[in-house]
Every structure is written in structure tokens, then in C-alpha cells.
């Protein structure tokens, strides 16, 4: 069975300080693996996705992410936090399984506090 | 804006009553799923369509809950007699197919009082 594990609930960050939020998968075969992120009362959007590719993927607002499957980890950087930047993020894996249905499995999430 | 759209985005209910939510997904998009997030967790599958068809439903779907999607175009999810516990907010997403990127709505909430 596919899961993921995001290590931190909470995460502050000063602002232009760079952001690390980490995750680690569970998975039977190669994954697809994904940061999505919330903002209040919005929606989920999509910041990037592996899809066994290249390892380090660029994705949307500076953030990057890089498949190690030595360590099962997909952490998510920035380089320099925005005050935009505060939300709750996701990591997520698909479940490609038998039925194929793609459906998405997230994490418990990590809320982003940027501080000025 | 073609995005995916969900309606109602608020509902206040009183326990008991019965509640539907719609979602119009991305044109042409053949996929469906349902999801329920509840406060400071991370979204949970409830069921899933590949055109009018219901190919997955979780366990978390009881009995009091049915979605629909008629037409293959937009869906419902039907909640009856809901309870205190139902409270969350519905997402509904779609794509175009396996291995695309799944796109979300904004979400209904749901509270039971």
C-alpha cells in the first residue's frame, strides 16, 4: 500500500530564509509523488510532480523537490521564503494499484508560517 | 475561469437533514474523485468515476452517502441524515486521464449543527 509521511506538522521560517519541508513515502513500486499546497479556504494546487523522471523537479514560486529512493524521502525547498508562502502543504503519492484509478494519497500536511 | 466547480461552498445543516453537493469538473475531463478534509488533516478518498461510471468507493462511504454522475459530465454527492461527524469540507477533483495531473475545486463545507 502507498503512503506518505510528512515529518513536520509545523514549520516557521523568517522571512528570505530558505524553506525545507520534508517528506518520506511508502510504496510497492516506483511512485508518482506530489507537493500540493492550501491556502485558506482555497483549494489544492499542484507545485510539481515526480513521475520517475529527473529527481530533482522544478515546480511553481521558486520550489523544488528531489526524489531519493535510497531514502524514500521527497522533500520539498525554497531557497527564499515570501510572506506568500504561508499555507499548508502536501505531500502526496498515487495509487496506481490494480484498479488504476490515480487516486491521490496525502500526507497529514505541514503548516508554513513566514515570519517578517 | 474552466476550473473545477463546486456548489454549494458553504452548508449549514441541521443534523438529521440530508445534503447534496455538485461538482462541475474541468471540460472533457474523465475522471472524478471525491475527497473529504477535515480540520488539520490531509484530504481522504471517497470514491472515484472514470466517465458515468463508479469504479471505487472507500469504506469511509457509508451507507448514507451516494455520488453520482449521470451524464459522465458533472456529479453529485448525496449525504443523508447527516451527522455531527460529517462536517468537513468535500473537494472534488478531475483529470483527463491516467497519469495526468489532478485538479481540484475550492471545496463545500459542511457543517452539521
Known amino acids: 500500500a502507498q503512503s506518505v509521511t510528512q515529518l513536520d506538522s509545523h514549520v516557521s521560517v523568517s522571512e528570505g530564509t530558505p524553506v525545507l519541508l520534508r517528506c518520506n513515502y511508502s510504496?510497492?513500486?516506483?511512485?508518482?509523488l506530489f507537493w500540493y499546497v492550501q491556502h485558506p479556504n482555497k483549494g489544492l494546487q499542484l507545485l510539481l510532480k515526480y513521475t520517475s523522471a529527473a529527481t530533482l523537479v522544478k515546480g511553481i514560486n521558486g520550489f523544488e523537490a528531489e526524489f531519493k529512493k535510497s531514502e524514500t524521502s521527497f522533500h520539498l525547498t525554497k531557497p527564499s521564503a515570501h510572506m506568500s508562502d504561508a499555507a499548508e502543504y502536501f505531500c502526496?503519492?498515487?495509487?496506481?494499484?490494480?484498479?488504476?484509478?490515480?487516486?491521490?494519497?496525502f500526507g497529514q500536511g505541514t503548516t508554513l508560517q513566514v515570519k517578517p | 475561469d474552466t476550473g473545477v466547480s463546486q456548489d454549494p461552498r458553504h452548508k449549514i445543516t441541521k443534523r438529521g437533514q440530508n445534503v447534496t453537493f455538485r461538482c462541475d469538473p474541468i471540460s472533457e475531463h474523465n475522471r472524478l474523485y471525491w475527497y473529504r478534509q477535515t480540520l488539520g488533516q490531509g484530504p481522504e478518498f471517497l470514491t472515484y468515476?472514470?466517465?458515468?461510471?463508479?469504479?471505487?468507493k472507500s469504506r469511509l462511504l457509508s451507507d448514507r452517502f451516494s455520488a453520482e454522475r449521470p451524464k459522465g459530465s458533472f456529479s453529485t454527492l448525496e449525504i443523508q441524515r447527516t451527522e455531527q461527524g460529517d462536517s468537513a469540507m468535500y473537494l472534488c477533483?478531475?483529470?483527463?486521464?491516467?497519469?495526468?495531473?489532478?485538479?481540484f475545486g475550492e471545496g463545500s463545507w459542511l457543517t452539521v449543527v
Open positions: 477533483a478531475s483529470s483527463p486521464g491516467s497519469g495526468n495531473t489532478i485538479y
Open positions: 468515476f472514470q466517465n458515468e461510471a463508479q469504479l471505487e
Open positions: 510504496s510497492s513500486y516506483s511512485p508518482s
Open positions: 502526496v503519492v498515487s495509487d496506481y494499484g490494480s484498479s488504476n484509478t490515480g487516486k491521490l494519497i
